[in-house]
């Protein structure tokens, strides 16, 4: 019978005095400033996961032959730990735990079993728990898995680390929402059927960049996906997923296959529906979008994942011109969802799901 490890702690030296950790939360921007501690845990073939620990956040000492280093097997997952009238709180965590599971397994890597990940994660903010932001801040929460093993040849490895670490974040958007702009690459595309799209691995991200660094060229916030074999049909984000809004009460978005798996996705999908909204997953193509956009049957679009939350697209920018969407601002439904959403999240808007749990 295997026995799941437990995470053992190691006092940390010289953790951030109140003070200096005061200063850095000020205005941490976005993935700049982190916490204390880590939560790390190892696995090989033979003893499967062990040796968790809690301890000091510090640089890895691993081998220049890391497989990862060379063969880029490498998952991560997103999330954040909220401040609440009724203490700290995670979001839908264990549908985090769940993707990572199915990252794995597209990158034929272990499993991490989901108790054992929320045990981590939990830890992690308990000990932390002074990181978390008050007010519209929270703790982003970073965990990921690497293969270790030090070889050259390609197959899995035998050996991985699981790592948590974490970071305080302010607003996404300093001063308030806003609309942003997008560029729709037709030179780069970001997955194909059969391959990683649908996993959450650093290889999906650093093929973007290229695409991303164009869209920033261009005076845009985001990138657009199309897909690889038509160059038609909208994808996602380079790192979130999108929504259009019609105006009969139908929200339409992407169908998953080639694309990430969003838990914001997902939610808002539930949160549409209650609302009286009729919510498709079906190919929807730029043409569609240019055109839905002049005639007015498309109201708003929007973006989402766990940084932002969601995002209204204003205007939308290509090759040969641009469009805009609506008045160009934060459509209204754009803004009630993000509201709903928020509020659960927040713990200010009843939870009828059981989404919010509490550390």
């Not at 806003?178 to 959450?200: F, L, M």
């Not at 995002?311 to 439904?333: L, Q, Y």
Request: aromatic letters at 10%.
């Amino acid at each position: 019978m295997t026995v799941k490890p437990r995470i053992a702690l190691i006092p940390h030296a010289s953790p951030t005095s109140p003070a200096a950790r005061a200063a850095l939360m000020e205005n941490p921007g976005f993935g700049k400033v982190f916490s204390d501690h880590m939560v790390t845990i190892t696995w090989s073939v033979e003893r499967g996961w062990h040796d968790g620990a809690v301890k000091a956040r510090a640089p890895f000492a691993i081998d220049p032959a890391a497989a990862v280093l060379h063969y880029a097997q490498e998952i991560f997952e997103g999330m954040k730990a909220y401040r609440t009238k009724d203490g700290l709180a995670l979001f839908r965590p264990e549908e985090n735990a769940r993707r990572l599971n199915l990252s794995a397994e597209r990158m034929a890597m272990p499993p991490i079993p989901e108790d054992l990940f929320i045990e981590a994660v939990e830890t992690l903010v308990r000990i932390d728990a002074d990181w978390v932001p008050e007010g519209d801040g929270s703790l982003y929460l970073r965990p990921f898995m690497f293969a270790s093993e030090a070889f050259l040849g390609v197959r899995p490895a035998s050996e991985y680390i699981f790592c948590v670490i974490a970071s305080p974040v302010g607003a996404y958007f300093k001063g308030g929402y806003k609309a942003v702009t997008v560029w729709v690459s037709d030179d780069y595309t970001r997955a194909a059927p059969g391959g990683t799209g649908a996993a959450k691995c650093g290889g999906n991200y650093a093929a973007s960049l290229i695409a991303q660094a164009e869209a920033t060229r261009n005076g845009c916030d985001q990138v657009v996906f199309l897909d690889a074999a038509e160059r038609r049909w909208i994808e996602e984000l380079g790192g979130m997923n999108v929504f259009f809004v019609m105006d009969d009460k139908r929200i339409v978005t992407p169908p998953l296959g080639t694309i990430l798996p969003g838990i914001t996705r997902a939610s808002i999908m539930k949160l549409a529906a209650e609302a009286g909204y009729t919510v498709e997953e079906r190919l929807y193509g730029f043409d569609e979008w240019q055109a839905d956009a002049k005639s007015g049957k498309l109201r708003e679009a929007f973006a989402c994942g766990t940084a932002a939350v969601i995002a209204g697209i204003g205007t939308v920018k290509f090759r040969d011109g641009s469009f805009a969407i609506g008045n160009s601002g934060d459509g209204e439904v754009t803004s009630q969802l993000r509201a709903k959403l928020v509020g659960v999240q927040r713990g200010t808007v009843k939870d009828d799901h059981g989404w919010v749990r509490k550390i």
